[in-house]
């Protein structure tokens, strides 16, 4: 009966054929596929590059030049008097080391048998203008040692260290006054008998800022301190200052005009450009209630003002993730308001606020136009402060700071440092988001 209802010019048709339309449509499907592989593709590859190119450029800064010299601490030129008081032997400067060691490389250079016409300055010239003052803060740290031969192990210039490193070539030195031709011969025999030699240089991690006549011997490790300083302030202000105001605009205030202003407000300064609030830190902070400047605490509290915008906002989505039958249940069962959101709204929402409160963070530690406006790029060549006061009061600086004063500098030296303090930077940074990713699964709640 059904077939002979069917039209004579009726075409048989079956699920399983696709007409035009639905390939029109499958084929659109798949380009857009494709365009989201495409872009995902580009996105790791630039992200290859970057990655390959910062570890290129800044690899080079966790290694350095080294120059080890048996020097003898000639009593006649250290302790005239040979009385060893401390205040006379002060009284000699750096320039009353500089013979000793080039006296120390000649002796070097007889007892290896090298051949060289160079003179024992050229020779000292080698070394970084911070070994004199190496010298003289070993004697001073004991006066016995004078009238010893010790052996030292110094830094060589950056001229020196970028030839062992391949950033100076014969060809790039020729209108360079700092390094000749011969030198470089010179080194290559100093290194085939391992006086001159490349290794760790923990300096750079832990040690302080350079003058521009000493790019060898600079070091991010005062500035980390100045980071970690302006973190601990960051911390202890915007965390409860934030997680407070959340709180109350969630739960508390009344839904009012006074309420949306605020929160407008809020999600504007989100999106405030950093250096508006240097601005403001320079002018409440320095300004009116003066502060020291270069300080970390006021560098902690201009981040702390950037911050809580990210934490009010993270914060207030993650209380609002909490289900409404888990305060109904609460105020069902006789507790109070504020009972129902903080014995068991806010520990459902504490690992989405603890990710927001780390991604802040993270972001206030790469921040470096606020700090060049309250004056946190000086240069700092001090040990890292030995308590909470100083390390708070006392001027230092930031690595995103240091970084950027590195990159201005002229000697090639220092650029490649602000690699090295990027990679170092960016070490912080993915270690505070994978903290906050692990946070996030492990006490992640799904309703």
């Known amino acids: 009966m059904t077939d002979a209802s069917m039209p004579e010019n009726a075409v048989k048709t079956s699920i399983h054929t696709l007409d035009a339309r639905t390939k029109k449509r499958n084929a659109a499907e798949t380009r857009f596929k494709a365009y989201g592989i495409a872009a995902i593709a580009a996105g790791l590859m630039m992200l290859v590059v970057l990655v390959t190119t910062i570890v290129g450029n800044g690899f080079g800064a966790f290694q350095q030049t080294f120059i080890t010299l048996d020097v003898e601490l000639v009593e006649k030129k250290l302790d005239k008097k040979g009385n060893r008081d401390i205040a006379d032997i002060k009284k000699v400067s750096t320039f009353g080391y500089a013979p000793l060691l080039r006296t120390a490389f000649v002796t070097k250079v007889d007892e290896l048998g090298i051949e060289t016409d160079l003179k024992s300055k050229s020779m000292s010239a080698l070394l970084s203008k911070s070994a004199p003052a190496q010298m003289r803060d070993f004697v001073l740290e004991d006066v016995s040692r004078i009238g010893q031969t010790v052996e ?33 011969d010179f080194v290559d025999q100093m290194v085939e008998v391992g006086v001159i030699e490349k290794r760790f240089n923990i300096d750079f991690i832990i040690g302080a800022d350079a003058s521009d006549q000493r790019p060898e011997a600079a070091g991010i490790g005062v500035a980390m301190a100045g980071s970690f300083f302006m973190m601990l302030v960051v911390l202890c202000l915007a965390l409860p200052i934030g997680v ?33 609030f240097g601005i403001l830190g320079l ?33 207030r ?16 069962l006789g507790a109070s308001k504020m009972q129902s959101v903080f014995h ?49 009061l006392d001027p230092n600086s930031a690595m995103p700071a240091q ?25 912080f940074l993915v270690t505070m988001n994978t903290v906050a990713v692990i946070l996030r699964r492990r006490f992640e709640r799904r309703w």
Do not use: C
Not at 317 to 329: C, E, G, M
């Open 152 to 184: 030292f192990t110094f830094l060589a210039n950056s001229r020196i260290d970028g030839y062992l490193k391949g950033r100076v070539t014969r060809e790039s030195i020729a209108n360079d006054k700092n390094v000749s031709v011969e030198q470089l």
């Open 244 to 276: 407070a105001a959340s709180i109350y605009l969630e739960e508390f205030a009344p839904k009012n005009w006074l309420t949306d202003v605020i929160e407008v407000n809020i999600s504007n300064l989100a999106a405030v450009p950093s250096i508006v």
């Open 283 to 315: 002018a409440v902070f320095i300004n009116y209630m003066h502060l020291p400047q270069s300080a970390p605490l006021v560098g902690g509290l201009v981040l702390t003002l950037m911050t809580l915008p990210t934490i009010i906002i993270s914060t």
């Open 317 to 332: 989505a993650s209380l609002k993730a909490v289900p409404p039958s888990i305060r109904d249940a609460a105020l069902g």
């Open 344 to 392: 068991h709204v806010l520990p459902l929402a504490a690992p989405g606020i603890l990710t927001g409160t780390i991604i802040g963070l993270a972001q206030a530690l790469g921040e470096t136009a606020p700090l060049l406006l309250i004056g946190m790029i000086g240069f700092i060549a001090s040990n890292p402060p030995d308590s909470l006061a100083s390390g708070l």
């Open 403 to 427: 970084i950027y004063e590195w990159a201005k500098r002229a000697d090639p030296a220092f650029y490649e440092r602000a690699w090295g303090g990027i990679i170092i930077l960016l070490v």
